[in-house]
């Protein structure tokens, strides 16, 4: 392994960066959760994780600061994550590195995650005087129907290793200007960048001032025990999290017997169509975008790519020279597009997955392993995979950087091969003909949450609402007025008469 690429070199700017964001020593030494870069993957840090009582005491100060922050004017709330948005502009090039350091990210894209957070936090200042509700009409003489929008509660965030940071400021700069504070659990592979992240909020904090509360925000590192703790805590009403299936299907569940609310951000099988009419070159960029970026570990990565067959063959061999000649390579030693896998587990999946797809009749191009930094860093070579039918590991979201090239004859059955996947997170399609543009958006079209026109599946900007239908878990985050599942609704009957007419003409004349 070259000198450059040791672990002491990434410890030492692990801890730099860390004491620079004012970490903690103690945070991130001595504890008994060793943290792994995956550039080496080698420890390049030492957390401790919380017991399930530092969970439920966390949340009981939480709630605490909920009694208050609720009372706190939306605006003024809003001032907060203006802060905290200009204490993130000035570490973005510190978090956006630890980003890189510690989720193994190429540094456009962990100086993008950062941006992401940002512009969240200048979506929700602007939202923070904009948390609005309706009058309506009512049927009685001399009253008044509107309905109001109030804090819900402390909202619980479970997130993931591949955007470490960004989807905690989804959830916690809406949920802050709503009046709800924040428990976080970051993925237990990436608490480093959270416990930045904290350090980064607390500074927002400090130059607040006094009516800011203890507890509007905190990080507890921990395996599954602390997620338990605030999926079964009737004091958290919200709970988003983020992650696999199988997570979620627990998380909602668990969360739907105490009647609280999941937003549920779970797996995708992102599928794009190129039609007869698409622009191919453009396509082949989309395409490589999509299905390699961030090493393929985005919940939103292009996995099906479903082409017609007028234009399949073509396609292919284009793609093929991209796949063939794509740079891979340590995300802080090179300007290589394609970082390393997050561990062993996620090489040893993608293996299966391929495996299982050549069983099943398929063609793989790629998918071998690259030797970067010696044999606990897992680089791959992204796989394209032509496949006779969408069978096997096709259905299934594999988080590694594997496209399946599938071949069709007309619009619907393309449709159908895209919707006939358990997961409906983000799909695209690639065409100039307007009239199969429109029927892709369609009543009939695609089933997910997100379909986009002539770019692939994957980098949604956040003033959308993010996220997707089926298996994915139904949540929305982010933009557009995902905001509502922040708060709780109130309707309010208003009488101003002096008389008392019941709705539906119902007499009770006592
Ligand atoms: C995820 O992978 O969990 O749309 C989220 C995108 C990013 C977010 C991905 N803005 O790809």
């Given at each position: 392994m070259p000198d450059t690429l040791s672990a002491a070199s990434l410890r030492d700017e692990t801890a730099a960066i860390l004491r620079q964001t004012a970490v903690a020593e103690a945070e991130f030494g001595g504890g008994g959760r060793s943290v792994r870069s995956p550039i080496t993957g080698e420890a390049i840090a030492s957390v401790r994780d919380s017991t399930a009582d530092e969970a439920r005491e966390a949340i009981g100060r939480a709630h605490a600061a909920f009694l208050r922050w609720r009372l706190v004017p939306a605006p003024r709330r809003g001032e907060l994550v203006r802060l905290l948005g200009e204490e993130l502009r000035a570490h973005k090039e510190l978090l956006g590195r630890l980003v890189t350091i510690e989720a193994g990210k190429v540094v456009s894209e962990g100086l993008g995650e950062v941006q992401e957070m940002i512009d969240i936090c200048d979506f929700a200042v602007g939202l923070s005087r904009q948390l609005y509700g309706l009058t309506l009409p009512s049927e009685r003489a001399d009253h008044r129907l509107q309905e109001q929008w109030h804090p819900a509660g402390v909202v619980g965030v479970i997130s993931a290793f591949n955007f470490p940071v960004a989807v905690w400021s989804w959830n916690a700069a809406l949920a802050l200007v709503c009046g709800d504070p924040v428990v976080w659990k970051p993925s237990e592979k990436t608490p480093l960048t959270a416990l930045a992240t904290q350090a980064i909020f607390r500074k927002a904090v400090e130059r607040f001032?006094?009516?800011?509360?203890?507890?509007?925000s905190t990080v507890l590192v921990g395996d599954a025990s602390v997620g338990e703790a605030l999926v079964d805590d009737g004091r958290v009403p919200v709970v988003s999290a983020t992650g696999s299936t199988r997570m979620g299907r627990a998380v909602g569940q668990c969360v739907a017997a105490r009647f609280g609310r999941a937003i549920l951000e779970l797996g995708g099988n992102n599928a794009s169509i190129v039609t007869p009419s698409a622009d191919l070159d453009l396509t082949l960029r989309a395409v490589a975008f999509g299905a390699m970026g961030t090493a393929g570990q985005?919940?939103?990565?292009?996995r099906r790519l479903i082409v017609h067959e007028s234009v399949h063959d073509a396609l292919v061999a284009k793609l093929k020279r991209v796949y063939e000649t794509i740079s891979v390579g340590s995300p802080t030693q090179s300007d290589a597009l394609v970082g390393p896998l997050i561990d062993r587990a996620a090489f040893e999946g993608m293996q299966k997955a391929l495996d299982a797809a050549k069983a099943a009749g398929g063609t793989v191009v790629g998918g071998e392993r690259v030797?970067?930094?010696?044999?606990d860093a897992f680089y791959v070579r992204p796989a394209l995979v032509t496949m006779p039918a969408q069978t096997g590991p096709v259905v299934e979201e594999t988080f590694a950087p594997i496209l399946y090239v599938l071949k069709y004859r007309d619009l619907d059955e393309a449709v159908a091969l895209q919707n006939g996947v358990p997961q409906g997170l983000s799909s695209s399609i690639f065409a100039t003909d307007i009239r199969e543009v429109e029927r892709f958006l369609?009543?009939?079209?695609?089933?997910?949450g997100i379909a986009n026109v002539n770019m692939g599946p994957s980098g949604a900007e956040i003033g959308g609402a993010f996220g997707g239908e089926k298996e994915t878990g139904g949540g929305r985050e982010s933009g557009s007025d995902a905001w509502k599942a922040y708060m709780r609704r109130q309707t309010n009957a208003v009488n101003y008469g002096r008389s008392l007419p019941l709705a539906q003409g119902v007499r009770f004349d006592v």
């Open positions: 001032g006094a009516d800011a509360p203890d507890g509007l985005r919940c939103t990565t292009l030797d970067v930094a010696g044999e369609s009543a009939a079209g695609s089933d997910c």
